[in-house]
C-alpha cells in the first residue's frame, strides 16, 4: 500500500492560516469520506485533531478544519499558534487495506 | 474514556521475537464496534499500520508484515498482544496500539519504543 502525499514541511507566522494537502487515489481519499488528520508533539503519541474529512472531536479547537476535492484532502489552520507547531498526518480507509497513512507534514510556526 | 497502555521488553535481540501487550482501560474489548490495532513508528519517520484484532478474534495484517506478525486478544484480561517474529534493527520502533472505529477514528496508547539490538 502506497502511502499518501503530504508535503514534507509548511510554516506559517502566528495568526496566519496555513493548509496541509493529502493526495491519495480514488481508491482511497477519493473514493471514501474516510479522512482522518492527527497532530503529533515530539515525544508524544498521535492526537485525532479531523475525522471523516471535517468533523472535529470535543474539544478540538475550531481553528482546525478539514476538507477534501477529487482525491486530495486538506487540513486548514487558521489563526497560527505556537503550539500548533508539530508534526501533522493525514490517514484515509482504502479498498485494499484498512488504512493508509500520509508521510507526515512538519509545520512550523515562525 | 478509554485508555490504551502498551507494555513489554524494551529491547530485542535481532531474529526473537519481539511481543507486546495492549492494556484496555475505560472501555471493554468484548463490547464490539472496535478494531484492535497495532501501529509503530520507525525513528524519525512516518506512520505503519501493523494489524488489527475484533473482539470476535478476525485479524487483519499489513501484507508487508504478514508473514511475521500475530495479533491475540484475551477478553478475560482485556488485553490485547502483538508477536513480530525473527526482528532485524529494521524493527527497531515506537509501538502504538490503538482503538480504531469504522470510521477510522484511531485513538491511541501513550507508545512504547522498542530497540532491536544484540
Known amino acids: 500500500q502506497s502511502a499518501l502525499t503530504q508535503p514534507a514541511s509548511v510554516s506559517g507566522s502566528p495568526g496566519q492560516s496555513i493548509t496541509i494537502s493529502c493526495t491519495g487515489t480514488?481508491?482511497?481519499?477519493?473514493?471514501?469520506?474516510?479522512v482522518s488528520w492527527y497532530q503529533q508533539h515530539p515525544g508524544k503519541a498521535p492526537k485525532l485533531m479531523i475525522y471523516?474529512?471535517?468533523n472535529r472531536p470535543s474539544g478540538v479547537s475550531n481553528r482546525f478544519s478539514g476538507s477534501k476535492s477529487g482525491n486530495t484532502a486538506s487540513l486548514t489552520i487558521s489563526g497560527l499558534q505556537a503550539e500548533d507547531e508539530a508534526d501533522y498526518y493525514c490517514?484515509?480507509?482504502?479498498?485494499?487495506?484498512?488504512?493508509?497513512f500520509g508521510g507526515g507534514t512538519k509545520l512550523t510556526v515562525l | 474514556q478509554v485508555q490504551l497502555q502498551e507494555s513489554g521488553p524494551g529491547l530485542v535481540k535481532p531474529s526473537q521475537t519481539l511481543s507486546l501487550t495492549c492494556t484496555v482501560s475505560?472501555?471493554?474489548?468484548?463490547?464490539?464496534?472496535?478494531?484492535w490495532s497495532w501501529i509503530r513508528q520507525h525513528p524519525g519517520k512516518g506512520l505503519e499500520w501493523i494489524g488489527y484484532?475484533?473482539?470476535?478474534?478476525?485479524?487483519y495484517y499489513n501484507p508487508s508484515l504478514k508473514s511475521r506478525v500475530t495479533i491475540s486478544v484475551d477478553t478475560s484480561k482485556n488485553q490485547f498482544s502483538l508477536k513480530l517474529s525473527s526482528v532485524t534493527a529494521a524493527d527497531t520502533a515506537v509501538y502504538y496500539c490503538?482503538?480504531?472505529?469504522?470510521?477510522?477514528?484511531?485513538?491511541w496508547g501513550q507508545g512504547t519504543l522498542v530497540t532491536v539490538s544484540s
Open positions: 490503538a482503538r480504531v472505529n469504522p470510521t477510522l477514528r484511531i485513538y
Open positions: 475505560g472501555g471493554s474489548i468484548s463490547s464490539g464496534g472496535y478494531y
Open positions: 480514488s481508491s482511497d481519499v477519493g473514493g471514501y469520506n474516510y
Open positions: 471523516e474529512v471535517s
Open positions: 490517514s484515509s480507509y482504502t479498498s485494499s487495506s484498512p488504512v493508509v
Open positions: 484484532i475484533y473482539y470476535s478474534g478476525s485479524t
